[in-house]
């Protein structure tokens, strides 16, 4: 009997010693959740992120809370980057719809009853105040690409036409707030979804050389248009003065110019080198205005001079790229136009801000990725990267 008992003493034992060694371990649970990530796509968010932190160290250490915050909104930026790549594409099909029509009633009701501030209509207050605007750089891609996906093989003109007014009532409502930057990030982002859907060159030609047209009777006649008292019925005063800011900064060098300004000379002062870390005169003596958000790029290029910028925009092409490789590989047609609509929100974003930092595009409120502060924004770029993983994932999976 003691004998009997010892030995069931013993299986119970083994069995149980069995159960610890042949518990998976912490790495062995977590792979399947970390097969979602694109090693260089992250790698590129990795680099773009870090040279973000440090530029806003030098530019917000004594600007409040602002490296902190910053820190804080990339974190929950990575968060939800983590949890998007987990949803497979056909999940985020199923949200098109829905999303899109939801942020057009809210982009409806921002008219009605939204909040203004400073002019501009583009706040809701929900107990929380939020911006629908910046939902509709998601949703609209999601919406054209499903769109498209309905239709894979049997595509007639009037697709097109219908896709062209899915897009124009969001970017009119949003611009009619107005909300330049943002209409502009909505607009190119749902184009490309139109364009890589397979839109016909001579439908895409006459408004490229018509815009060419008008860039340059707008140089051409510049002392007319923008003399006192001139107004422009197509645009808003602010607008019209951006624009005419933008072809000459000298006409009032203390008021509208003195963003452009400021910002080509805090560039060019950089030089090749830069003047160092932290050493930044025009962003720590404050002549940069908003040194942490919309103009950051001019405080990273005083110091880090040529050889920075030229970095930054390396890291930038070599995400841009691998968002459109991604594209190129993605298994459904759904899955391609979503990716190459996410990778060209980036294109925009970043060729927009340096653009208007370095003097050769209107000053908008558009922010340069992973690099200025802003929680709205970091929380769609977290989203637009996690999209791409969970494209990048679904490859696998397909391959596998």
Not at 28 to 43: H, M, V
Not at 101 to 130: E, M, P
Not at 270 to 277: A, D, E, L, Q, R
């Amino acid at each position: 009997m003691v004998m009997f008992n010892a030995s069931l003493l013993y299986s119970r034992i083994m069995r149980q010693m069995s159960v610890v060694f042949d518990k998976p371990s912490f790495f062995q649970r977590s792979k399947p959740w970390l097969e979602g990530f694109d090693g260089p796509l992250a790698f590129a968010v990795f680099m773009l992120a870090s040279a973000g932190l440090l530029i806003m160290y030098s530019s917000g250490y004594d600007h409040g809370t602002r490296f902190v915050d910053h820190g804080r909104n990339m974190l929950i930026a990575g968060a939800i980057m983590f949890v998007v790549a987990q949803i497979p594409p056909q999940r985020l099909m199923t949200l098109a719809v829905p999303l899109y029509l939801f942020g057009v009633a809210l982009l409806v009701a921002v008219a009605v009853f939204g909040l203004t501030k400073k002019g501009a209509k583009r706040w809701l207050n929900l107990g929380v105040v939020i911006q629908p605007s910046e939902i509709l750089k998601i949703a609209m891609p999601l919406m054209l690409a499903w769109w498209f996906q309905k239709r894979e093989g049997q595509l007639r003109p009037l697709d097109f036409l219908v896709a062209g007014l899915l897009l124009l009532v969001p970017v009119g409502l949003i611009m009619k707030q107005p909300d330049l930057g943002t209409g502009l990030l909505v607009l190119s982002a749902g184009l490309a979804v139109i364009f890589f859907a397979g839109l016909n060159w001579k439908l895409i030609l006459p408004p490229v050389l018509l815009g060419l047209i008008g860039i340059f009777l707008l140089v051409a006649l510049e002392p007319r248009l923008c003399a006192d008292g001139m107004r422009w019925v197509v645009l808003h005063d602010y607008q019209q003065q951006r624009i005419c800011t933008l072809l000459d900064p000298g006409r009032d060098p203390l008021g509208k110019g003195f963003h452009i300004i400021q910002g080509m000379i805090a560039i060019g002062s950089g030089g090749i080198f830069g003047k160092g870390f932290m050493a930044g005169t025009q962003t720590h003596l404050e002549f940069i205005p908003e040194r942490t958000t919309d103009f950051i790029f001019a405080a990273f290029s005083e110091e880090f001079g040529l050889l920075g910028n030229l970095a930054l925009i390396v890291g930038f092409l070599f995400l841009i790229l691998r968002g459109l490789i991604i594209a190129l590989e993605a298994p459904t047609l759904f899955s391609r136009l979503l990716a190459g609509a996410v990778t060209m929100i980036f294109f925009t974003y970043a060729f927009v801000n340096m653009g208007m930092v370095s003097g050769i595009l209107p000053v908008v409120g558009v922010p340069l990725p992973f690099i200025s502060y802003g929680g709205t924004a970091m929380v769609t770029l977290g989203l637009a990267v996690g999209i791409l993983m969970s494209i990048a994932k679904s490859k696998r999976l397909v391959q596998s």
